[in-house]
């Protein structure tokens, strides 16, 4: 109905429902479903505990964090709980005290570039840059003593010339 072009109200007004239970209904259809799943009883959620799992899941997203993340920990809490029935507001406690926690995923700032592709699996020339810290790192593995020497050479050439640069 809504991708054809009705209004949420005009929703409302042909299923015969209140404007707050579509709207409700479209917040809980953008949250995971593995996090609603979590939830005893999912009709005692509200339209703000619809909104703060939406958000906690678009910041885990902006984040780089998997939302697998945060459901074991919440999982965890649920199965620690000593409580007969699990109340929704130790599920909702759970999520938010364990979002606020996750830090962003590392992101990785090496960048490696492959010189030259062998046959051998096992012989690799690369280079690895690392902006952040402006470091550059060739390695090179199972190459002929022959080639070794000319890397040597080759290098302390450059280096020769880069301390007349300084001065």
């Known amino acids: 109905m809504y991708a054809n072009g009705m209004s949420k109200d005009e929703i409302a007004r042909v299923e015969d429902v209140s404007p707050a239970s579509v709207s409700r209904a479209f917040q809980a259809a953008s949250v995971p479903a593995e996090m609603v799943e979590l939830f005893p009883v999912i009709n005692e959620l509200s339209l703000a ?16 964090v998997p939302l697998s993340d ?4 919440v999982q965890a809490d649920i199965s620690a709980a000593k409580v007969e029935s699990v109340s929704k507001s130790l599920i909702m406690d759970s999520f938010k005290r364990h979002s606020k926690q996750l830090k962003p995923a590392p992101v990785k700032t090496v960048q490696t570039e492959k010189l030259r592709e062998f046959e051998d699996k096992k012989q690799f020339a690369r280079k ?5 810290k402006r ?3 060739y390695e090179f593995a199972r ?7 000319e890397l040597d050479k080759a290098i302390r050439l450059v280096m020769g010339n880069m301390q007349s640069f300084e001065k």
């Open 143 to 149: 190459l002929p003593a022959s080639v070794q020497a």
């Open 128 to 132: 690895k840059t690392d902006p952040s």
């Open 135 to 137: 470091l550059v790192t």
């Open 70 to 73: 945060l459901l074991g920990k």
């Open 49 to 64: 505990d619809y909104q703060l799992l939406l958000k906690i899941s678009e910041d885990l997203d902006s984040k780089g």
